[in-house]
């Protein structure tokens, strides 16, 4: 056992038995560096990365490697999930330094944290023109001890080089209906009209470019945005990224065709792909939507829900062949007309082998297929397929299953926390509302602390109902205020309001520049070589435009001046970077759609056992206003003061029957008693 042993994070755990006596990230591993006088190899990944795991089984496990690098470096492992700061800050590098970056990320520090030396997989062998693992860590010790002057030198420079990049996007003013027309324009020109999606390969689900989309649609009537979206999500659905028997997507297709996936399913693309569905079907009516939706949101509760009521971080994308006994990518997924046949039997194996795309030849490796839904399939009776589908996930239970990432990581819960309150509420399932709401309770049970002497805070990640020591950064505040806020307007439980608002003040507090600009980790977080701000999207919302979007739908709850100033300061970035990157900048597009439409505040107000209040309130979540706000409670008579919800205040019965308001811009439409009329005062502005 190395100094992994005792740590939460089950990706570090997964190292605990190496050879390689690692440190986790910690000043006194830079103390011992400084003590020997040897560098620091930094070694990040996460616990569903494939790549992570050849590397970790062809060196890190191997015997000689290990007491090489024991004997030259003091060598950190990083999970990039627990600590998001540390993982951006020196991706950034390696990316500065070589165009391009991944994980495993491999980087060499100095005693000082400063990169001198960066990578990502090395093979144990020269390979495909990239030198050996040992070669890399015999060419660096080489340097440290042959050079140090230079080895200094260059680790200087690259901290210089890293400080200039500082962003200056404070003085920019809010977006425009004409930056959002200029992103439209450039998202048209990269998207694939064949295919659908963005780019070539790898392709990966682009949740807050079609979020945008929609929005973008539901403020102009723009019908190209919406079929971009639209046949993007049909195709994902239709593909090998998605899972056609449990639902769920996998992280990225490795082929333009949305064919073969890179197999590992992360919470946070299945929440952001959950919600584009439900709002997509909310647009649309598309049956297909809807039951994408549905089946992804069941398969984040069946195979991601933790006992402690949170979702953890991930499914493995390797596993045990049944066949081989082999671990190999895939296996779990994988299908041949023969495995077909022994489940189903000759008649039902051969239709499943047409309807799912399975041929002889294999659109995977070794003669498998991943299962996909190929336009030109055979037509066939729903309840014969969905008997097939049965069969095919029961005999699919019985394989070794990928292991999963127990991790709760708060962000991504947050976002959890919002799509299955909003499938909840669409496809009238309480309980995916009721597990939208046990998460939420764990994490302001586990991961909020606001002991005394010391600042509040909210910590990134738990494992097994037990908080971990990383504290949370810009992304968890608003991911986590953005899924409070949507269950508020869900349930009516303004407890979930102000705990947004609590959440949302810490960021003001302790993550705002004088600019408005936005960091993502807090005035006193540690001390890395550089304070990460990165406005752009990765797999998942920034955490500055994710904050930019809860700020703004606090604001139209309350009424705050001081949150609906920081929104807009913060989406300055947008009007700098929405025509020029519109892919990487999704989400900060969507939340400026909101602000452009108010974005439109909504107040119903009723007798909870009342059936109109409850269609009232079903109209206000359905209408497809971007970013409009929604408060339902019981009426409060203007001498009853300020309830739970603010939007509230004042709202009363109109002839005795429950009543919607809805104000936008300062300026509110005549209350209404009729869901239809409701939901026509929410459709679109048209310009």
Aim: glycine share 10%; aromatic share 8%.
């Amino acid at each position: 056992m190395n100094r992994l042993a005792g740590v939460t994070s089950p990706y570090l755990l997964q190292h605990a038995d190496n050879p390689v006596d690692w440190w986790p990230w910690e000043p006194e591993a830079f103390e011992e560096a400084r003590r020997r006088n040897v560098p620091v190899l930094l070694s990040v990944g996460y616990s569903a990365c494939h790549w992570c795991h050849v590397m970790a089984h062809e060196s890190f496990e191997d015997e000689p490697t290990a007491a090489y690098m024991n004997e030259h470096f003091v060598n950190i492992k990083v999970d990039r999930e627990e600590r998001p700061d540390v993982d951006a800050v020196y991706m950034e590098a390696v990316q500065a330094a070589t165009g391009q970056g991944g994980w495993p990320m491999t980087v060499f520090l100095t005693t000082d944290a400063e990169p001198f030396y960066f990578g990502t997989y090395f093979p144990p062998e020269p390979r495909h023109g990239m030198p050996s693992f040992m070669q890399v860590l015999e060419g660096v010790r080489a340097a440290w001890v042959g050079r140090p002057e230079e080895v200094a030198e260059v680790a200087q420079k690259i901290v210089r080089d890293l400080a200039g990049r500082q962003l200056d996007y404070g003085k920019a003013g809010t977006p425009g209906a004409e930056e959002l027309a200029q992103a439209l324009l450039g998202l048209t020109r990269e998207y694939d009209a064949v295919r659908g999606g963005f780019g070539g390969a790898p392709k990966f689900p682009p949740s807050m470019v079609l979020e945008f989309l929609l929005r973008h649609h539901a403020r102009t009537g723009s019908e190209g945005a919406l079929q971009m979206a639209a046949d993007t999500c049909e195709a994902m659905a239709r593909g090998g990224i998605y899972d056609q028997l449990g639902g769920g997507f996998a992280r990225y297709s490795v082929d333009r065709d949305w064919v073969v996936p890179h197999f590992e399913k992360m919470l946070y693309d299945n929440a952001l792909l959950c919600r584009v569905y439900a709002h997509l079907w909310r647009a649309t009516g598309s049956e297909l939507a809807r039951r994408v939706a549905l089946e992804t949101a069941d398969f984040m509760v069946r195979e991601l829900r933790t006992a402690q009521g949170g979702f953890a971080s991930a499914l493995d994308a390797d596993s045990e062949d049944p066949l081989t006994g082999e671990h190999v990518e895939g296996a779990y997924y994988a299908w041949t007309p023969a495995r077909l046949r022994e489940v189903l039997g000759e008649d039902d194996g051969a239709l499943a082998a047409g309807y799912f795309g399975v041929t002889e030849e294999g659109t995977f490796e070794h003669g498998t297929s991943v299962l996909q839904l190929p336009q030109d399939g055979p037509a066939v009776d729903a309840e014969r397929i969905a008997g097939i589908r049965a069969r095919l996930l029961a005999a699919r239970a019985e394989r070794p299953a990928p292991g999963r990432d127990d991790k709760v990581v708060a962000a991504w819960n947050g976002l959890a926390i919002a799509a299955l309150a909003e499938c909840g509420a669409y496809f009238e399932r309480p309980d995916l509302v009721e597990r939208a709401t046990e998460a939420a309770d764990l994490l302001v049970r586990v991961h909020f602390d606001a002991a005394a002497g010391r600042a509040p805070r909210l910590s990134r990640t738990s494992k097994d109902g037990h908080v971990g020591a990383n504290a949370g950064v810009l992304e968890d505040y608003g991911d986590v205020a953005e899924g409070f806020l949507a269950l508020a307007a869900v349930t009516g439980e303004g407890v979930w309001l102000e705990f947004a608002g609590f959440l949302l003040d810490l960021v003001l507090d302790r993550f705002t520049a004088e600019d408005g600009s936005l960091y993502d980790t807090a005035h006193d977080a540690e001390k890395l070589i550089r304070r990460p701000q990165d406005p752009t999207d990765t797999a998942a919302p920034s955490g500055w435009t994710a904050a930019a979007g809860a700020l703004l739908s606090y604001a139209a709850h309350t009424g705050s001046q001081a949150h609906r100033t920081a929104a807009e300061q913060a989406l300055g970035v947008v009007q700098a970077l929405g025509p020029r990157v519109p892919r990487f900048i999704g989400h900060g597009l969507s939340v400026a759609e909101a602000l452009l439409d108010g974005p439109r505040e909504v107040a119903v107000v009723g007798h909870p056992e009342d059936p109109a209040r409850a269609a009232l309130h079903r109209a206000a979540l359905l209408g497809t206003a971007p970013g409009a706000v929604v408060a339902v409670g019981l009426p409060q008579p203007a001498e009853g003061g300020e309830g739970e919800f603010p939007l509230l205040a004042e709202r009363t019965l109109v002839r005795d029957l429950p009543a919607a308001y809805v104000c936008r811009h300062f300026v509110c439409a005549r209350p209404t008693t009729d869901p239809v009329e409701l939901a026509e005062q929410l459709g679109a502005v048209r310009p």
